[in-house]
């Protein structure tokens, strides 16, 4: 599908804010990959060709499904343009206001992340296979769904709030399959730190980095950094403290992070499909692997340390 706009103004600062928050690419690499997500050949195509039909509707007025599809092409083609990861591409086009002014919600990011991981055959396939998933019965509680870790004595899997370990008879494949899910563990906040610069961190669970809030905006940090001068910390905790997964807890961390416009999924988010590799038994191993297959550089400043995994 090609898209047509009336004049270039918008893919122009598109390419702009592709290129702010991917900042190993370069203008021109992002016109480049801008055009071809447009279904253009280059930006010289796009140049010349932008008025030979009325413009397309932009996405506040397509369905779900044209969205989604649309996005999913587009994050293909900058990618194989730029050579930068499908999460970081999504997070960046996000906030590129490429197809039009439609608001992502959370929902879309997690949906397209999925459908990203699902097209690159994250999930597993075959039964009891890595990335598959189950139902987890355990005498005296409701049955859980989870990811499928490894399977033996003790099997390994994933819930919605981290890794856990079971019985192998626990451990039920279902007949019809369940649909995958973005595990709470790699995106929901749990606090903030505020530092003696007067920026804040946005963290984990396992209190890995996940945003900073600065006067010059909103920056999606990789979990592996060591965050330096810190003054005080507060929690996304309800009445009942320990249960950092419950909606009251959620709903605190989501109204922070809508009060400071951070859309999107943190980097930490992007572990996912190293929990499913062999040898990986916590979510800091999945991170030291995302860090160790990572090309793009941390970012820069006197308020962290690079890396503390090592």
Partial sequence: MRIF?????????????????????????????????????????????H???PPTPLDQCWSTA??????????????????????DVLYALCGARLTGDRDWELEDHVTLRLDLWRR???????????????????RGRSPRICYLCKFGQPTRVLYDTGIGHCADFEAVVPRQKLCEFLPARLWQPYGVWKLRDGSEVVFSRDYFPMWRVSDLG????????????????????????????DEFTRSRGLAFLAEHEIRGLPILSDALPFVFDLGVETIKDAVQALMNGTTASDPEGPWHRSHWLV
């Fill in 5 to 49: 706009y009336p004049n270039l103004e918008r893919p122009k600062k598109a390419a702009q804010r592709l290129s702010a928050r991917l900042p190993h690419v370069k203008l021109h690499l992002a016109q480049k990959a801008v055009a071809k997500a447009l279904g253009y050949v280059d930006w010289h195509n796009l140049e010349t060709s």
């Fill in 51 to 53: 008025a030979e039909r």
């Fill in 66 to 87: 044209e969205f989604q599809t649309i996005v999913l092409k587009a994050v293909a083609d900058i990618a194989s343009v730029t050579g930068a990861t499908d999460g």
């Fill in 120 to 138: 690159a055959n994250v999930f597993g396939s075959a039964r009891r296979s890595p990335g598959s998933v189950i139902r987890m019965k355990e």
């Fill in 218 to 245: 909103v920056e999606r940090l990789p979990p592996w950094l060591w965050i330096e001068g810190i003054e005080s910390h507060r929690h996304f905790l309800g009445p009942k403290d320990w249960m950092w997964w």
